[in-house]
């Protein structure tokens, strides 16, 4: 799978302190780019509302993606937040 790295994703990481969910992320970053398909990675679900949009579980933390194209081979990484309230907002 092909992926690509938004500057909000970039901005993210700085704020993320705890290491360990720094370690999954790096994990989880292989496997995408292992899979052939965004829906062969586990923990993947769509966001409600929002066509080509996903989020992927690690731990407390979730990964926000868009998928490019329909096929879900392209995606663009777009943040790595903590869940709390705020995490699924402004998504257009």
Same mark, same amino acid.
């Given at each position: 799978m092909q992926i690509d790295y938004s500057a909000d994703f970039h901005k993210s990481l700085k704020k993320v302190k705890d290491k360990k969910a720094l /370690?999954?992320?790096d994990v989880l970053i292989e496997k995408l780019k292992q899979a052939n398909s965004l829906l062969n990675v586990p923990n993947v679900k769509s966001l409600q509302g929002? @066509?080509? %949009? %996903? *989020? =992927?579980?690690?731990? &407390?933390?979730?990964? =926000?993606? /868009?998928?490019? &194209?329909i096929n879900l081979i392209e995606i663009l990484l777009i943040q790595? @937040?903590? *869940?709390? &309230?705020?995490? %699924?907002?402004?998504y257009n």
């Open positions: /370690k999954q992320l929002h @066509l080509l %949009y %996903y *989020r =992927i579980r690690t731990g &407390d933390f979730r990964l =926000i993606v /868009k998928a490019k &194209d790595f @937040l903590k *869940r709390d &309230d705020n995490t %699924y907002r402004n």
